[in-house]
């Protein structure tokens, strides 16, 4: 008989996003006239950019020529989208090294996968609440986890305990699921306290093209120190409607070299790349062509109507949660809006209520952690017409 992974043990039965597929499905079944409005999972809901779709079938168009035809590429990525990235980082005046980028299918299997590269007796530092593939991926491989507490009180961007010595810190900025964005200073201490400690900073930064403050950093790097202690995810999931088509980066800077227990010295970079090439054929050619037109100058601009679509839904919502004096975070820089239950309810018993009552689907907060217990999560990637009934039945119901 095999001896299984029996950390899978310590994992909730399912995952957050599985058991509110479960929930809405069971309702709609048992309710099928009634117009159900989903509001719930970060999926986005406008097509692609016309410069991505241009990209896309340029991809296609290469495939289809025995002179320009694509097999295997490499691991790390195209040297095209890999360029592309460097030059959209420094358009916002943050300095990366091409090379340093790895591109792969999102942000969600580099974060979960990620852990992989550290060993079990790591203190792995979590803010909760927090994004579930962060917790889950190192429950399942064994890792115990300190967390650290976002609450009403530090806006939900908890800063660092200098009582406490960390290994690993997982930040995430423009946060999921609440929204909060950290500034300038906030990510400098962050910063010290990495480098102080010799950790490393898992810094994701899906929902960066949300930002709308030049002071607030988009990025890590722009951090002074931050290619010593931090690795950087990013996705265009959200930022080019990519969550179908799958693209993805993460950059580990070459700086990021730690000794060993045989006092050998071993490189981040040179082991992710290793992970990669072994576990990883790389990401498709006609993908990359669609996010290397992203990239572009003309491309962002594209996506940023895009986000501004979203941004008014974002405001809808939030206005509505101002009429009814419910205390919420985010929605500014960020396409998520995170509010107390109203009545003090539990997010689950909140999540039945508002699909029984509303036909409104949102996220409860206590899938992302205790301090989410009494809290809710609605995105603003739903349409204008779809965002302005739900926030219409939503203030009929309070």
Request: net charge negative; glycine share 8%; aromatic share 12%.
């Amino acid at each position: 008989m095999p001896k299984l992974n029996e950390n899978y043990q310590n994992l909730k039965e399912s995952y957050l996003f599985s058991e509110i597929a479960h929930r809405v499905a069971a309702y709609t079944k048992a309710n099928p006239g009634k117009k159900v409005i989903r509001l719930g999972i970060g999926d986005v809901t406008l097509p692609l950019t016309p410069l991505a779709v241009r990209g896309l079938h340029a991809g296609v168009d290469a495939m289809a020529d025995s002179a320009t035809f694509k097999g295997y590429g490499p691991e790390q990525g195209y040297g095209f989208l890999r360029s592309a990235i460097h030059d959209y980082y420094a358009r916002n005046g943050v300095q990366i090294d091409a090379d340093d980028i790895f591109i792969s299918d999102g942000a969600k299997s580099d974060t979960g996968n990620i852990s992989e590269l550290f060993a079990a007796d790591n203190t792995i530092l979590i803010p909760d609440p927090v994004y579930p593939v962060y917790v889950d991926s190192n429950l399942m491989n064994g890792k115990k986890i300190t967390y650290l507490s976002g609450n009403a009180d530090n806006q939900f961007l908890p800063m660092p305990d200098k009582q406490i010595h960390a290994d690993i810190i997982y930040l995430c900025s423009p946060n999921n699921p609440t929204g909060a964005v950290y500034n300038r200073a906030q990510l400098t201490e962050w910063v010290g306290y990495a480098l102080e400690n010799q950790a490393v900073i898992l810094f994701d930064s899906a929902y960066e093209a949300f930002i709308t403050d030049p002071a607030l950093p988009r990025s890590i790097y722009a951090i002074e120190g931050a290619r010593r202690c931090a690795i950087e995810f990013c996705s265009l999931s959200k930022t080019a409607g990519f969550t179908g088509t799958r693209c993805g980066y993460t950059i580990v800077p070459r700086e990021l070299v730690f000794t060993a227990s045989d006092g050998r010295e071993m490189s981040l970079h040179a082991m992710w790349n290793r992970r990669q090439s072994t576990k990883f054929n790389g990401t498709s050619f006609i993908i990359q062509k669609g996010a290397e037109a992203v990239f572009s100058p003309e491309g962002m601009a594209q996506c940023q109507e895009n986000i501004r679509y979203y941004q008014e839904n974002a405001k809808m919502i939030a206005e509505t949660l101002n009429r009814k004096n419910i205390r919420f975070f985010g929605g500014i820089h960020s396409p998520y809006i995170w509010f107390e239950c109203p009545d003090h309810m539990e997010s689950w018993e909140f999540f039945d209520y508002l699909l029984t009552n509303a036909q409104v689907v949102g996220t409860p907060g206590a899938g992302f952690g205790k301090n989410g217990a009494n809290y809710f999560r609605l995105t603003a990637f739903g349409s204008h017409e779809n965002t302005k009934e739900a926030m219409e039945r939503f203030e009929r119901l309070f």
